[in-house]
């Protein structure tokens, strides 16, 4: 292959968003021409997620003990497999070979199958980056998979939209086709042989290490929270500040989230190229561009303002996260780490649901503002983190 390893594994994490974001904007075409209603939808695509929250810790520390890169491919063999159910069940449910019921169990199946398996993605690809860029490299390989997600993201909506014109199951074919070229990238990849420390240094390190590790844990919660917050509240400010009704609020609200995405790309692929700023000035400068973001989205009230938030608040995300990572996985072993950064972003996509529930509509994105604050509070409790220097993994070339 021609392509450096760590573009290839990246590539293998844009998966990742390329499947969620695509699985959304697929939702109105499965909701219109198969029997489940939206809100059996909606269900199961957060089962998928939720389950995050049991298998990302999992296969972190599996990728610690023996290797991310049968993590990795696991991740994508359960992707592959999952689509490929969803694919098969709307294809006999189109024919009328399958009732609502079996439809809806077979979809479940797919979304648990999903959940349990794709979880190990990042913190796995993650971990081999840094097997493979350890040292003064570190945030270029973190960035380089936080640019990979970032790809998936956006590429996945503009996918999706342009094969649903094909057919209702054309979403699910290219989901499955992206998830075996990318096995066909991880081919020659030089892979890390994990050294993990002697038991009584895991025990004479493990309890101080899990209690620092809690500041990045809440940084990363409040992330996530802070950004589902936002998305959630987007349609109703603009129905409301500018005066329109929700089909443009919602188209307008797809190209502002395009162009935030496209900013947040933009900035990984330079942090990754040029590496001029350190793990902690990229997570205190992501945290100021996180408050400074949601501080405009706040009070703005032309489409212009709205973009300029919604641009500041990406690229903050995009310089917080290689920086909070950076700080996690270098005081522990870096697939655990990154396991609990994954389950922690799950807990603060559900603190943001439960929110909504409990909160006017008006007020998420003045509430989006106070968790982007609180995240700030915690940023110089990272400090420290950044002072430990991470522990390195041998690399044994591979020829396959």
Known sequence: MRFPPLWRISACAALLGLGQNGLLVALPVLVERFGLPLSQWAGLILLGSMLFLLGSPFWGRIADRHGARGVVIQ????????????????????H?????????????????????????????????SLA???????????????????????????????????????????????????????????????Q????????????????????????????????????????????GRLDIDATRAGHLMGILLSLGALGALTIQLGITRHRRLSGYALLALGALGLVTGYGVLT????????????????????LAVPGYTDAATRQRSPGASAGLLAMAHTLGYGAATLT????AAAHLLPLSLAAACVLLLFVPMTRNHFRIMPATSRITPTHD
């Open 75 to 94: 991740a994508l063999l359960g992707y592959v497999t999952s689509f490929a159910l969803i694919g098969f069940a709307l294809w006999t449910a189109a």
């Open 96 to 128: 009328g070979w399958l009732g609502d019921g079996a439809l809806l169990a077979l979809v479940a199946a797919a979304r648990v199958l999903y959940g349990l398996t794709v979880s190990g993605m990042v913190p796995a690809c993650q971990q081999w």
């Open 132 to 194: 493979l860029h350890d040292g003064e490299e570190r945030v270029k390989a973190l960035a380089a998979i936080s640019a990979g997600l970032s790809s998936g993201r956006l590429l996945g909506p503009l996918i999706a939209a342009a094969s649903l014109s094909l057919s209702a199951h054309a979403p699910f074919v290219v989901m499955l086709l992206c998830g075996m070229l990318a096995l066909l990238l991880l081919r020659g990849i030089p892979a890390p042989t994990p």
């Open 196 to 239: 993990l420390p002697s038991a009584a240094s895991r025990a004479a390190r493990l309890p101080r290490g899990t209690l620092d590790l809690l500041p990045c844990l809440a940084i990363a919660l409040l992330l996530a929270m802070s950004a589902s917050l936002m998305q959630l509240g987007l349609p109703g400010a603009l129905q």
């Open 299 to 318: 009070m703005a009230i032309g489409p212009a303002s709205f973009g300029l938030g919604i641009m500041i608040a990406s690229v903050g995300a995009a």
């Open 356 to 359: 909504v529930s409990l909160a």
